[in-house]
């Protein structure tokens, strides 16, 4: 349990590899090119927070709450959300590298992704239902047994998936997404 409680902060420049992380809860606090890679930020509170230029790469995120969090060009390499609390779970992704991430089971609907590298991210199980990926490169990402109902992908690009092993109504994609749909048929398209 966080004991200490920080509001409408602003967080500037701190590298948290030479300065210990202080778990707490921070409501409505700016964190502008500050340093979470290797760190822990077990059971931490973040509400209403915005993180700009961040790098969260391999943190540890066991029991830590994001509710109404934007992340704007971070680095959240190898991140397991999945570890979070799941209680109103909430975020926004803008320009950021996620590439293997987890999301396994987490119900995120909604969910903002633009602009992102999402390469070799695990979706498996997830709820993304009325989520959109807009720019955004899914290469190699996994969706197995994924609800994708109403999920944007018409801008993203290097998507894969099966529409046999995952829930697609009303999902929203373009032509150039097709192949991507037909590769377990090991079907040719060309143009």
Known sequence: ?????????????????NNLFEQAEYDNCRFETCDF???????????????????FSLAELSGTTFQQVIFKNCKLLGLQF??????????????????????????IKKTSFKNCQLREV???????????????????????????????FRDAFN??????????????FTLINLPGLLTEYDIKIES
Not at 83 to 104: E, M, P, R
Not at 128 to 141: E, I, K, P, R, V
């Open 122 to 152: 695990d979706f498996s199980e997830s709820d993304l239902t009325g989520s959109s990926f807009h720019y955004c490169d899914l290469n190699q990402a996994i969706f197995d047994q994924t609800n994708l109902e109403q999920v944007d």
């Open 159 to 172: 998507v894969t998936l099966s529409p046999n092993k995952n829930k697609l109504k009303k999902a929203k």
């Open 37 to 55: 890679s290797n760190n822990k930020l077990n059971n931490s509170i973040f509400t209403n927070c915005t993180f700009v230029d961040c790098n």
């Open 82 to 107: 999945q570890q979070c609390n799941t209680f109103g779970l909430s975020f926004t992704f803008d320009n950021c590298n996620i590439d293997h991430a987890s999301f396994y089971q987490l119900k």
């Open 1 to 17: 349990m966080t004991s200490e409680y920080y509001e409408g902060e602003k967080i500037v420049s701190i590298d948290y590899k």
